[in-house]
């Protein structure tokens, strides 16, 4: 099983929105609703940020929300801030098992 | 305070064997299904294996079936992974990864990560 695919880098300015996308395939993504997604600032472990791909993790900013579509699902983070700044993977379950992107470097500039 | 401390990383050969150990505290260990993720320098993060709550079920990536063990010791609140027959692919940081439901088989979503071992596979 292939990696979800995320763009590698995706930038904004503070007060901006920025979207990462994380597509599958009909086996995982557009199979089912278990999409997480992670924040990852260097040197740390992964945040839980968003799963079932809408739903937010008591702690965690209403400026981050999950979408999807077909194979295809999004993370939009809001009203950016400086501490946005991170890596951000996707991942899916898929049979008895998760796979996840291969990351996206967040920039706010 | 959730927290989960991974032990048992270092260099090892090809073909070598090494045991990761993570010691949970702050929750009830025997009610949560746990996971090894494992993260390559550089890469995003790849499941490698989880165990359910009792220790009765276990799942593995394909990438590591047949050479890796996950098991988990509910009296001690440690989880363990079995790493045998290594290779260079291997090399990663390896962390040990809470599901976030309690009393359910593994929905791969973790709510507290350790801070990861460091495996190294190289002559």
């Known amino acids: 099983q292939s990696a979800l695919t995320q763009p590698p880098s995706v930038s904004g300015s503070p007060g901006q929105s920025v979207t990462i996308s994380c597509t599958g395939t009909s086996s995982d993504v557009g199979s089912y609703n278990r999409v997480s997604w992670y924040q990852q600032p260097p040197g740390t472990a992964p945040r839980l940020m968003i799963y079932?791909?809408?739903y937010r993790p008591s702690g965690v900013p209403d400026r981050f929300s999950g979408s999807k579509s077909g194979n295809t699902a999004s993370l939009t983070i809001s009203g950016l801030q400086p501490e946005d700044e991170a890596d951000y993977y996707c991942?899916?379950?898929?049979?008895?098992?998760?796979?996840f992107g291969g990351g996206t470097k967040l920039t706010v500039l | 305070e959730v927290q989960l401390l991974e032990s048992g990383g270092g260099l090892v050969q090809p073909g070598g064997s090494l045991r990761l150990s993570c010691a949970a505290s702050?929750?009830?260990?025997?009610?949560?299904?746990m996971s090894w993720v494992r993260q390559a320098p550089g890469k995003g993060p790849e499941w490698v294996s989880a165990i359910s709550g009792s220790g009765g079920f276990t799942y593995y990536a394909d990438s590591v079936k047949g050479r890796i063990t996950i098991s988990r010791d509910n009296s001690k609140n440690t989880l363990f992974l079995e790493m045998n027959s290594l290779r260079a692919e291997d090399t990663a940081v390896y962390f040990c990864?809470?599901?976030?439901?309690?009393?359910?088989?593994?929905?791969?979503?973790?709510?507290?990560w350790g801070q990861g071992t460091l495996v190294t596979v190289s002559s």
């Open positions: 991942s899916s379950y898929t049979t008895s098992s998760t796979l």
């Open positions: 079932d791909v809408t």
């Open positions: 990864a809470k599901e976030r439901v309690a009393r359910s088989g593994p929905r791969f979503y973790f709510d507290y």
């Open positions: 702050g929750f009830t260990f025997s009610s949560y299904a």
